[in-house]
Every structure is written in C-alpha cells, then in structure tokens.
C-alpha cells in the first residue's frame, strides 16, 4: 500500500483543518491506518487511527477536538482536525499496520510511511 498524505497548511489558534491519507495498491479495509505527528526536536507521536472494523482510538490531547473517518469507496482516510492549537504543530504523516488492536500507538508498528504533510497553527 502506497499512501499519500496531503490537507496541510498555516491556519490560526482555533482553525480548522482536513487532512487525507490516500491509498494506493492496496485496499485501506485490511488495515488499520494510523496518523502521527512530528514536531521539531520532539519523537513521532501517535494521534489517532482507524481500525479495518471501524474502531477508533485517539491520543489524549486531540481527543473532542479531531475526528478520524474513513471512505472506503475512495480508499481515504480524514483527520479533521477542529480547535487547533499552536501545539498542534507538526508534519503530520499516515502509515498502515496490521498489529493488534492494543499496540496500534506504536509507530514502530506501521509501514510503509507516506510522505508526510505540515500543519502550522499561529497563535
């Protein structure tokens, strides 16, 4: 599975942004596809995913405030984001893993990794 992630760009403190994750060569439906952040300086750190049954999991401090879906009839994957904040920023990446459903924040776990797409919130 090849994906592509795209969606990024500048918005202000309480903006709001749709990120995809677009899959080809493959069919998103027998993956999980995770979405993770990087800041500078900082690790990659898990922020949500969507399981191949339709579970959903986030990461504490997204959680009210972006939502994972997936369509399956356009293998994409969406992370809206809403309520953005300045700690938000990052390059946002998406990638697959087919490991249990308890180790899913472990970016470890997931490959290939798409290239990934910056998210800069302004205060």
């Known amino acids: 599975v090849q994906l592509q992630a795209s969606g990024g760009g500048l918005v202000q403190a309480g903006g709001s942004l749709t990120l995809s994750c677009a899959a080809s060569?493959?069919?998103?439906?027998?993956?999980?596809v995770g979405w993770f952040r990087q800041a500078p300086g900082n690790e990659r750190e898990f922020v949500s995913c969507f399981s191949w049954d339709g579970k959903t999991k986030y990461t504490e401090s997204v959680k009210g405030r972006f939502t994972i879906s997936r369509d399956a009839a356009k293998n994409t994957v969406f992370l809206q984001m809403n309520s953005l904040k300045p700690e938000d920023t990052a390059v946002y990446y998406c990638?697959?893993?087919?490991?249990?459903?308890?180790?899913?924040?472990?970016?470890?776990?997931?490959?290939?990794w798409g290239q990934g797409t910056l998210v800069t919130v302004s205060s």
């Open positions: 990638a697959t893993t087919r490991v249990v459903w308890g180790r899913v924040t472990e970016d470890n776990q997931y490959a290939p």
């Open positions: 060569g493959g069919l998103f439906r027998s993956y999980t």
